[in-house]
């Protein structure tokens, strides 16, 4: 068990500009998750898969924003026209089933900064 | 709607000292309740959950936290701090029939001193 990595740790880009994150769940995880985190604030949620199938967007996640999980296992979110707002601590979970009880493991975050 | 209302953005303590960070959540249906740890440029660490049963839980590294339905409060408690607990904490839940998502509340800065 190696955990959940992120990559890149940090970006920083400039506004406009096209950027990918990329997240290795745990092997075996089912579920993935992808949270943004905001200076001072707590981890909002931004979308979930359950294996390859992306069964909820929240609001914040913009038409900029794009997440995929083509074969189950990495996941990808892509930000595109990138705005001084997206500015964040990208982060991502990842759980062995779809039960509450079933703890969510973290990974280290992606941090994005838009210049 | 869930939420989580975290009162105290820091917390200053000294070591060895004992420390209760608070929790509150707002919820018309029963909820599953975390409290979850972020060290310095580390993701997120569970440190405690409560799903049903015994309202003290007790964790990692010392730590517990008493879920209190009437008031509905989940408290994390630790007697006797270390300078190694310096951290972020931040409380959680899930509503039990959406198992979809944490909803986080805004965290406790907990700072121990020498």
Partial sequence: ?115 | AQSVTQLDSQVPVFEEAPVELRCNYSSSVSVYLFWYVQYPNQGLQLLLKYLSGSTLVKGINGFEAEFNKSQTSFHLRKPSVHISDTAEYFCAVIPSYNTDKLIFGTGTRLQVFP
């Fill in chain 1, 1 to 115: 068990d190696t955990g959940v990595s992120q990559d890149p740790r940090h970006k920083i880009t400039k506004r406009g500009q096209n950027v990918t994150f990329r997240c290795d769940p745990i092997s075996e995880h089912n579920r993935l998750y992808w949270y943004r985190q905001t200076l001072g604030q707590g981890p909002e949620f931004l979308t979930y898969f359950q294996n390859e199938a992306q069964l909820e967007k929240s609001r914040l996640l913009s038409d900029r924003f794009s997440a995929e999980r083509p074969k189950g296992s990495f996941s990808t979110l892509e930000i595109q026209r990138t705005e001084q707002g997206d500015s964040a601590m990208y982060l991502c979970a990842s759980s062995l089933e779809f039960w509450a009880a079933d703890t969510q493991y973290f990974g280290p975050g992606t941090r994005l900064t838009v210049l």
